[in-house]
């Protein structure tokens, strides 16, 4: 079983669309979290949730709205797609605790055409 | 605020030669540290983490130190192979653990 599911992994759309990525995760963990992986592999925090509460926003545009409906799943809404939004998006998992680990899923490669 | 600085890549090296990835951080209080890979067309997974002063973490040939007097959490393996080529992560957790910073990665690739 995938710890840390997302969906879709390939997403190809044109600007101004609207659009919607998902993520489960099955560890049981308290805390998830969206990145954002640039062209040079650069990784940056866009959202954190620990139990359905957002904790951290890091300055990320409007039209980007995270929803976590319970403590296992956490999703991205994208609206007005920009070319600039084009990246993987990774979903991520872990207990709050400093010492644990971040678990990764796959990615979301995200194209805006 | 909490940073990460690493070594700028690529880093290219024969199979069996050695290799040290350099990372220095930037925190207050006290920090649990991890190094993560990403391979080719997936997502990041841990590699090795130290959670206080002069901890090592290892995993798969590969160790790291962490060391509160120079700030830094080094990455080194005495023998790479060509399967460890990968992008390597070094990243830092705070103290209350809702956010993990991660350095701009760097890109290894091994020679046959």
């Known amino acids: 079983d995938t710890a840390v599911s997302q969906t879709p992994k390939y997403l190809v759309t044109q600007m101004g669309n609207d659009k919607s990525i998902k993520c489960e995760q099955n560890?049981?963990?308290?805390?998830m979290y969206w990145y954002k992986q640039d062209s040079k592999k650069f990784l940056k925090i866009m959202f954190s949730?620990?139990?359905?509460?957002?904790?951290i926003n890091e300055t990320v545009p409007n039209r980007f709205s995270p929803k976590s409906p319970d403590k296992a799943h956490l999703n991205l809404h994208i609206n007005s797609l920009e070319l600039g939004d084009s990246a993987v998006y990774f979903c991520?998992?872990?207990?709050?605790?400093?010492?644990?680990?971040?678990?990764f899923g796959e990615g979301s490669w995200l194209t805006v055409v | 605020g909490d940073s990460v600085t690493q070594m700028e890549g690529p880093v290219t090296l024969s199979e069996e030669a050695c290799l040290t990835i350099?990372?220095?951080?930037?925190?207050?209080?006290?920090?649990?540290l991890f190094w993560y890979v990403q391979y080719p067309g997936e997502g990041l997974q841990l590699l090795l983490k130290?959670?206080?002063?002069?901890d090592k973490g290892s995993n798969k040939g590969f160790e790291a130190t962490y060391r509160k007097e120079t700030t830094s959490f080094h990455l080194e393996k005495g023998s790479v192979q060509v399967s460890d080529s990968a992008v390597y992560f070094c990243?830092?957790?705070?103290?209350?653990?809702?956010?993990?910073?991660f350095g701009a990665g760097t890109r290894l690739f091994v020679k046959a």
């Open positions: 991520a998992s872990s207990l709050q605790d400093s010492g644990n680990t971040i678990y």
């Open positions: 560890l049981g963990h308290d805390t």
């Open positions: 949730y620990n139990n359905k509460e957002l904790i």
């Open positions: 350099n990372c220095t951080y930037t925190a207050t209080g006290y920090p649990s």
């Open positions: 130290a959670t206080k002063a002069d």
């Open positions: 990243a830092l957790r705070s103290t209350g653990g809702f956010k993990t910073i």
